[in-house]
């Protein structure tokens, strides 16, 4: 399997817009690896997109991306779906305001997510619904898994109520990727399909110090509910006895530079740090 991370960052961009903190400074003078935009990947065996930010067009155009057959959520945050109006700009024929046929993309949704999504609104109702109305999108659900050409992808929710999000396994050949970049807690680890992973695409979790304005979580903070701390992730990955870890969804408040995480891989040989426009190979 082929991947590119389009984005490497979190819900907050690096450069974060106005912010003069050190990483978001150098963010600017540097540029990429030292900058980050939202989470997006990118399966090229299948043509399939991974979430939308709001970056997702400038994206695509940076990452010579020259196909999008299907399109999937991990949930519905904003940082993962405001740049959802990419499936108009690729799809449109402004001749008659509708989408072109052979252009419209498949949205691959789980049963779970379907109803939830068309809550995503603008001022023409549904979004979802507007867009497969002008034949942007065709819909797709499907329970837990299908197959589309030789990978075969499996759903798993993580349950915390309405908010929902979802672990994709993707398969092929034989080889398993793990795509797990947000809100993965409580992790569905007794799930066969993240068991043994050839690569496990991960969010670190919360770094517990060091923090922009020297913030320490209290112990009701919201993101305890949703994230593990970076320690946990690492013995969650041992745990899934995953060959690779590859970790996304890197936040601007964690107040870390391309440097601090290249420091932070030197002492684990089989985790890495994402970058924006990383090519991965897994075969």
């Known amino acids: 399997m082929r ?18 903190c050190r990483v978001c400074r150098e963010a600017r003078e540097k540029g990429i690896p030292y900058s980050r935009s939202g989470p997006s990947a990118f399966l090229h065996d299948i043509n399939l997109l991974i979430d939308t930010p709001a970056e997702i067009v400038d994206l695509l155009n940076r990452w010579h991306v020259g196909r999008v057959d299907y399109l999937v959520l991990t949930h519905l945050d904003p940082d993962h779906v405001e740049g959802l109006r990419v499936v108009e700009q690729i799809a449109l024929d ?3 305001w509708r989408g072109y046929p052979k252009k419209a993309i498949s949205l691959i949704i789980p049963e779970q997510l379907k109803e939830a999504s068309r809550q995503i609104r603008s001022c023409h109702g549904s979004l979802i619904d507007f867009y497969q109305e002008s034949g942007f999108v065709r819909i797709q659900a499907f329970h837990d898994r299908l197959s589309l ?49 050839d690569l496990l695409i991960i969010q670190p979790g919360r770094f517990e110090d060091g923090l922009k304005h020297r913030f320490k979580y209290p112990r009701n903070h919201p993101s305890r509910t949703t994230l593990y701390s970076f320690n946990e992730t ?25 440097d601090d ?5 030197s002492r684990n040989p089989s985790m890495c740090f994402a970058l924006d426009g990383m090519r991965v190979i897994v075969k």
């Open 149 to 197: 050409g030789e990978v075969r992808i499996t759903a798993i929710p993580v349950g915390r109520g309405d908010l929902m999000s979802f672990v994709y396994a993707f398969e092929k050949s034989g080889r398993r990727v793990v795509y797990a970049p947000c809100d993965i807690k409580p992790f569905p680890e007794h799930r066969d399909e993240v068991q043994r992973p």
């Open 94 to 96: 402004f001749r008659n």
């Open 261 to 265: 995480y290249r420091a932070l891989e």
């Open 234 to 258: 690492v013995d969650l990955s041992k745990r899934l006895q995953a060959k690779r870890t590859l970790f996304v969804h890197l936040e601007e408040y964690w107040n870390r530079t391309y």
């Open 3 to 20: 991947w590119t991370i389009l984005g490497s960052g979190g819900c907050a961009v690096i450069p974060k817009p106005l912010c003069r």
